[in-house]
């Protein structure tokens, strides 16, 4: 049974910073890629960055230099690190990994930037 569950979020006010945590149950952590989205108020959901298996990153144009994703496949646990917080990124941040086909989404945690 695979399981996502997601930390970390918060307020936090222009400029600063917050580390997201996604924690995987489940086998197999170490070969799958795992991402992170998030979906803004009325908005839909937005890839926000991606790390494979072997540790090859992706970012969205919009987070790209700001935000780091990294993973921890002893703790079964991937990371987001976001700096430099802006209003913009105000949003629920969602954890995705796909196995045998099917994509598997945590419940998600709330990021608000906000003076």
């Known amino acids: 049974q695979v399981q996502l569950v997601e930390s970390g979020g918060g307020l936090v006010q222009p400029g600063g910073s917050l580390r997201l945590s996604c924690t995987y149950s489940?086998?197999?952590?170490?070969?799958?890629?795992m991402g992170w989205y998030r979906q803004a108020p009325g908005k839909q959901r937005e890839f926000v960055a991606t790390?494979?298996?072997?540790?090859?990153?992706r970012y969205a144009d919009s987070v790209k230099g700001r935000f780091t994703i990294s993973r921890d496949n002893a703790k079964n646990t991937v990371y987001l690190q976001m700096n430099s917080l802006q209003p913009e990124d105000t949003a629920v941040y969602y954890c995705?990994?796909?196995?045998?086909?099917?994509?598997?989404w945590g419940q998600g945690t709330q990021v608000t930037v906000s003076s």
């Open positions: 489940g086998s197999l952590f170490s070969i799958l890629a």
């Open positions: 790390i494979t298996s072997g540790g090859t990153t």
């Open positions: 995705k990994t796909t196995l045998t086909s099917r994509n598997y």
